[in-house]
């Protein structure tokens, strides 16, 4: 078997991955049919208890839910090739729709991270499912037209994180902040029983978003956003050169607990 994974030619947003068998192949007619549910190729042995028929159904419709496809080209005696597609992790694209000239124009972009505190007793399903309630409140706070909440970052460091680039100058991020601050805090059920939320807010260099082309601001912005995030190799979250706001809250009421600037 082998297994190989490069950039899509047609489509450089995606990869492809192909795992490649020597086995007895599959014909058209069976091809045409693998990837439908509960369809099996040839019935089991006894020997050899076959599954339902799933598996293969599973894997694409996983595929599509990423944004990709998996497909098969086989060939009686000759073996079979599955291939299927992901899309590349693009902050530029996914900040893109958000560089139009009247946001541009404002020349001030903004990086807002609100970070959960440890939940030690919480499964990786609960906390996922918490952390997808928190995004969503999160986005109640936020404008679609200058404002992006960032997907979660699989990453050790971010999991615990939402991200949001906003169009803001100093005054918006404290605007902003405050105004997901007051609307945590009124959510009884997202309250934390320990720790707070820490919320805090970094005005990116003006340059970047100096541009009239979107594309290239797109690019500028996303790689100061990747250096602020931490999405470089050995570079952190905080860049010297920006300005710096924190909050949080403690406890299932939601009290204050603290502002402090940072230059």
């Known amino acids: 078997m082998e297994v190989r994974c490069t950039a899509c030619e047609c ?26 549910r509960f369809y099996r190729v040839a019935e089991a042995s006894t020997d050899h208890p076959g599954g339902l028929g799933l598996g293969l159904y599973i894997s694409r419709e996983l595929a599509k839910a990423h944004g990709g496809d998996l497909s098969l080209t086989s060939k009686l005696g000759q073996g079979s090739t599955f291939r299927f597609t992901l899309p590349i992790f693009s902050l530029a694209r996914m900040v893109l729709p958000i560089m139009s000239p009247v946001n541009l124009a404002t020349g001030s972009v ?69 105004r997901i601050d007051q609307h945590l805090s009124a959510n009884v059920e997202l309250q934390p029983l320990e720790g707070r939320f820490e919320i805090s807010g970094q005005v990116l260099d003006c340059s970047t978003a100096n541009t009239k082309l979107p594309d290239e601001a797109a690019r500028n912005v996303a790689y100061q956003l990747s250096l602020l995030i931490g999405l470089t190799a050995g570079v952190g979250g905080n860049n010297e050169s920006g300005k710096e706001q924190n909050t949080g809250y403690r406890g299932q009421q939601g009290t204050p607990h603290g502002t402090h600037h940072q230059a």
């Open 11 to 36: 489509d450089p947003d995606f990869v492809e991955v192909c795992v490649h068998d020597n086995g007895p192949g599959i014909s058209p007619e069976q091809a045409c049919r693998i990837f439908d």
């Open 110 to 178: 903004a990086l807002i991270t609100l970070k959960i505190p440890d939940k030690p007793n919480c499964s990786a399903v609960d906390l996922a499912r918490y952390l997808r309630s928190v995004r969503t409140e999160v986005k109640r706070c936020t404008y679609k037209i200058s404002d992006l909440v960032l997907p979660v970052l699989h990453v050790a460091e971010l999991a615990r994180m939402v991200h949001i680039v906003a169009f803001a100058d100093d005054e918006g991020v404290n605007a902003i902040i405050k």
